[in-house]
């Protein structure tokens, strides 16, 4: 455990420079100079800089803080560690949504391709919400959730063998990727951002709720309302991220699992330093997956799944 | 209907019924090369080597049924043991991990190391199922809150997640693997051959006669663990020799034909609705019902886009999985 | 000041007039793509157009191979010496584009469209289908590149060589019986349809493709018994992997029944050439080794 005031201090010194790293780094590697010379537009490396890498590094700070943050909210209100934002079924449905789209409308468009998943996801959402009402439990909300994603699942695998032309392309998008993003859809973004400071309020609450509902309801919170409004919240964040990336898995598992164990669980300071830990966890992870074997990008998905292996089996032998 | 709630015997011979009515259907339906019903059983008793509708049949139709018997029996069978054993009604091997876990292993020999044999698939299969249950029930143990089912199941979700993220991740690097592992993936019993069977046929007929054998013992656990322990059963020894069973069975399957998902979940719990909840009795029905479900999707999959095959083992989780939502939702968890 | 200005416009109309001359508009996917200089430096993301380039005897300083060289066509290979890889066909590396500063990307819809917004930042994108082509359709995106690289008079006499040649090789193969291109790995087989690349190519060829009863170009997983039902007289197997699963099948009594096996009419071709590049020059090596393997 760290001290928060500490804690921010190296997480934001940290971002800094890991930020600078993936701009100079990649499957062409600059020097600090050019770097700078980048950003404006009569340098030679301006597209590398201006319109690849410095989109693209923003993009990953901001999705990781928010697929990070929805995972804290999910966590928080199922009050399990291994709850995630994928319990909702959210990244299933926008993945069922984007595999139906692409198979069934090859010749349409693959910009459409957010709008589509966005759609999916909130739709995956609200029929979770029609199942479950608010009067179930947590968990209960959360194994039907879980259920949910099961189906969304099997029908995509299934729409991929029935239709196997694109299935490469399919598998791309589903395994949750920074490769071709840029500026249009970190602007697409922007306004999501707003349920960053929603989700944040929430901290005081969740605390409440952690002590069980009664207390919570003495104390002058409504639990109901409050699961309510964090898992809406989660939603809104990861639906908005995945359809922009793709799902991007452990993220929401690991960021706030693994803040959690610095700072511990207070969420007045985790919800915060949860946003710093899914944005560093994904710079690392799309900065590695672009230069591990230059030319070829390896989806940033991929990376936070090798990264999250190693991290639950040390969890596993610090729990012993 | 009554008396077929309560007499076992009535039960065990209608089941035993439909599937041999099933088996005869599986043998001719939904053939690209026409086959008759007459000649389906003709090939099985006067084989005429002349004949290309009785090679279908005894080369082709024949191993693949009987493949199927053995994997449907083989997952509801791992399914009714990992269910006493955690006495968690959602333990199947595709909620808590092991068919994830398996695909992994056996995603990693076959797109790297592909020169390998069936023999190293298949153990591929089995160790990384049991590394993924293994993960699954430490993880699932460790932490505390959200009720005992709720907890396993996310472990297991939480680990399936991660192994079906590499999978995905061996699969995209080797492009042109794709679509075999794909394919495996999704399951079907079109890969059924005489040598598949007979490499199935040894470990399968053993580990269920060993199923059998320890379902007294699951009776016990139903009274919980410390109960169970008391009566005299060695916790550590049931746990480890049932869980060898269970990786036996569903890496034993998997190898085979693939994933077949939600067999495992779905099979015990229709077999505990007809005949209650003495092992004894339920482990052979179990048995009989997954042989007959994997028969009819496998029929039913042949039908779909017929001249194509479309996965029995997609089918199968298509269906499988509103049917764990159901569970989800009628038991209070 | 008029006087100075008059000749301005002279001294511009004079600087610009050869530029204009050369100008090219051409329909690519994305509607018109119009280029007003000849591109020196092209980058290619698929190796379809490195064989249109090839073609004309222009070599490409960068092509999507997947990081494998050996996956271009060995004839190109030889036209166009080295390159720079940009990565993966499905995923290219945009920054290695960009420093190779070219002056021309030619991209595939199917792959780079969501990418065809950055692509058009680093350099002019023409962008044609490549992925699901048909052997005409290849033709014609050839006849394209042609156009925009400045090289329409070689592009048209290379396209009449190649049909003068796919007709001199349609004489020489001899008539008669169905052929069916399949792709064999560790445990399916997959067969490419008649409206697949490989099966416009034995078209062209004037011979006949197997009725698989499929409508698109998607190949398709077959087992031993779907081959049956096709039964073609000719297989034509490219092997992704060894051993396959075509040799678990030669121990199955059916596999003797198939018409290819009982006449010995199961040949083994590059996956690579059959399955991967397409391209006038892969159709041609398609056409030889039909030759190969049907007049010993």
Not at chain 1, 199 to 216: E, F, T, Y
Not at chain 2, 209 to 225: D, K
Request: include cysteine.
């Amino acid at each position: 455990m760290i001290t928060p005031s500490r804690f921010f201090l190296f997480s934001t010194l940290l971002l800094v420079f890991l930020a600078l790293t993936s701009l100079s780094f990649g499957a062409v590697s600059l020097s600090f100079l050019d770097v700078i010379n980048g950003f404006f537009e009569d340098s030679e490396h301006y597209f590398t800089i201006h319109e690849y890498r410095l989109p693209r590094t923003l993009l990953a700070i901001v999705v990781g803080a928010m697929m990070a943050l929805s995972g804290a909210l999910v966590q928080g209100v199922i009050r399990n560690p291994l709850a995630s934002p994928d319990v909702l079924g959210v990244s299933h449905g926008a993945g069922l949504a984007a595999v139906l789209y692409m198979t069934f409308l090859p010749d349409a468009s693959t910009n459409w391709l957010p709008e589509v998943a966005l759609v999916g996801g909130l739709l995956a959402a609200i029929v979770l919400w029609l199942l479950c009402g608010t009067s179930s439990s947590a968990i209960k909300l959360a194994i039907t959730g879980v259920a949910m994603a099961a189906l969304y699942g099997s029908a995509i695998d299934f729409v991929l063998l029935v239709k196997p032309l694109e299935v490469n392309n399919a598998l791309l998008w589903l395994t949750g990727s920074l490769w071709g993003r840029g500026w249009p859809q970190l602007t697409s973004l922007l306004p999501w951002l707003l349920l960053i400071p929603l989700g944040l309020g929430l901290a005081k609450h969740l605390n409440l709720i952690d002590l069980g509902d009664d207390s919570a309801v003495c104390l002058g919170t409504k639990p109901n309302i409050i699961r309510l409004i964090s898992l809406a919240t989660a939603v809104g964040l990861t639906a908005s991220c995945v359809a922009i990336c793709g799902p991007i898995g452990f993220l929401g598992l690991i960021a706030p699992h693994l803040t959690r164990r610095l700072i511990g669980g207070r969420h007045q300071v985790l919800l915060p330093a949860t946003l710093f830990v899914g944005a560093l966890l994904l710079v690392i992870a799309d900065l590695v997956a672009r230069t591990i074997n230059p030319p070829i990008e390896l989806p940033a998905g991929l990376m936070t799944a090798i990264i999250g292996a190693p991290y639950f089996l040390w969890l596993l032998f610090s729990l012993r | 209907m009554q008396y077929l709630k309560q007499s076992y015997t009535a039960q065990c011979t209608l089941l035993c019924s439909l599937l041999l009515v099933l088996a005869w259907v599986s043998l001719f339906a939904w053939s690209a090369v026409p086959v008759t019903p007459t000649d389906a059983l003709m090939a099985l008793i006067n084989m005429d080597d002349d004949k290309i509708s009785h090679h279908i049949v005894w080369d082709i139709r024949v191993p693949r049924l009987l493949t199927g018997i053995l994997v449907g029996a083989s997952l509801a069978t791992a399914g009714a043991i990992m269910q006493a054993l955690t006495q968690n009604p959602l333990a199947s091997p595709s909620v808590l991990g092991v068919k994830a876990g398996a695909a992994l292993g056996m995603a990693t020999v076959s797109t790297i190391t592909p020169w390998l044999g069936l023999f190293s698939t298949s153990a591929a299969a089995m160790v990384g199922g049991g590394v993924a249950w293994l993960l699954v029930m430490l993880l699932g143990s460790a932490w505390k809150g959200g009720g005992e089912h709720g907890r396993l199941v996310l472990a297991g979700v939480a680990i399936s997640a991660l192994c079906a993220a590499l999978t995905k991740a061996m699969v995209i690097l080797a492009e042109d693997q794709a679509s075999a592992v794909m394919a495996w993936l999704a399951g079907s019993l079109a890969g059924a051959s005489w040598d598949v069977f007979y490499t199935l046929l040894p470990v399968t007929i053993i580990s269920l006669f060993f199923a059998v054998l320890i379902s007294p013992i699951l009776n016990l656990f139903q009274l919980g663990e410390d109960n169970a322990q008391n009566l005299g059963v060695s916790l550590l020894w049931t746990k480890l020799g049932s869980s060898v069973l269970v990786l036996l069975l569903v890496g034993g399957s998997l190898a085979a034909v693939g994933s077949m998902g939600f067999i495992g979940l779905l099979i015990p719990h229709i077999a505990r609705m007809l005949s209650g909840y003495d092992h004894r009795k339920f482990m052979p029905i179990a048995m009989l019902l997954g042989a007959c479900l994997i028969i009819a999707s496998d029929i039913i999959s042949r039908s779909i886009i017929f001249p194509i095959e479309t996965p029995a083992g997609a089918l199968l989780a298509l269906f499988g999985a509103p049917f764990f939502i159901y569970l989800v939702r009628k038991r209070t968890l | 000041m008029l006087r100075s200005l008059k000749l301005l416009g002279l001294s511009l109309l004079i600087v610009a007039l050869p530029a204009l001359a050369s100008a090219v508009d051409v329909e690519d996917e994305k509607g018109t793509f119009s280029i007003e200089y000849t591109p020196k430096r092209i980058v290619v993301l698929e190796f379809s157009f490195a064989d249109a380039l090839a073609a004309v005897g222009i070599s490409p300083v960068g092509i999507a191979d997947d990081k494998e060289k050996a996956r271009v066509l060995p004839a190109v290979r030889e036209v166009i010496g080295d390159w720079e890889s940009v990565g993966m066909r499905s995923q290219p590396s945009l920054e290695v584009i960009a420093s190779l500063k070219p002056d021309l990307i030619i991209a595939d819809i199917g792959r780079h469209e969501a990418v065809y917004e950055d692509l058009k930042k680093i350099a002019p994108t023409l962008i044609l289908r490549s992925r699901r082509e048909t052997y005409e359709d290849n033709l014609k995106a050839s006849a394209i590149i042609g156009k925009v690289v400045g090289k329409h008079e070689a592009m048209q006499a290379r396209l009449t060589q190649h049909r003068e040649f796919m007709q001199s090789y349609k004489e020489k193969l001899p008539k008669g019986g169905s052929f069916q291109f399949g792709v064999a790995r560790h445990d399916l087989l997959s067969l490419h349809p008649e409206a697949a690349y490989a099966g416009g190519v034995i078209k062209a060829l004037g011979l006949e493709n197997a009725k698989t009863g499929a409508k698109d170009g998607a190949s398709r997983r077959v087992s031993l018994e779907q081959l049956l039902a096709v039964n073609p007289d000719y297989l034509i197997i490219g092997e992704y992997s060894k051993p396959n699963v075509l040799n678990d099948w030669e121990k199955e009594p059916l596999w003797n029944v198939l018409k290819a096996v009982k006449n010995n009419r199961i040949f083994n071709v590059d996956p690579n050439t059959w399955s991967r590049c397409r391209g006038i020059m892969a159709a041609e090596q398609m056409a030889k080794d039909l030759v190969k393997i049907l007049t010993p």
